[in-house]
């Protein structure tokens, strides 16, 4: 079984920035995929960025050249640095990770963060 546990989130004013850290009960090599997912209230869950295990990323269209996914595969984390964060970004934050298996691929949830940005 693997843990992926969230930290980071808070309220911060509009312009301003937050890191993200998820730090997984296993190691990080196990896993080809690594990535945040955002819920907004009434909203649906969506990907907010993704790293694969070889360092290749992708973003929402909302948030490129305002967000950066990194992973430290020393400290078995991986981080989202947000900057110039809009009220738009209000949501729980929610890591997930893709683990390569015999029998296929397993998916695992962190248990969500919640960042608020407002004035």
């Known amino acids: 079984q693997v843990q992926l546990v969230e930290s980071g989130g808070g309220l911060v004013q509009p312009g301003g920035s937050l890191r993200l850290s998820c730090t997984s009960s296993r190691n990080m090599f196990s896993f080809y995929r690594m990535a945040w997912y955002r819920q907004a209230p009434g909203a649906l869950r969506e990907l907010v960025a993704a790293i694969t295990s070889g360092g290749s990323t992708n973003y929402a269209d909302s948030v490129k050249g305002r967000f950066t996914i990194s992973r430290d595969n020393a400290k078995n984390t991986v981080y989202l640095q947000m900057n110039s964060l809009k009220p738009e970004d209000t949501a729980v934050y929610y890591c997930?990770?893709?683990?390569?298996?015999?029998?296929?691929?397993?998916?695992?949830w962190g248990q969500g963060t919640q960042v608020t940005v407002s004035s």
């Open positions: 997930n990770a893709d683990l390569l298996v015999v029998s296929g691929i397993e998916n695992y």
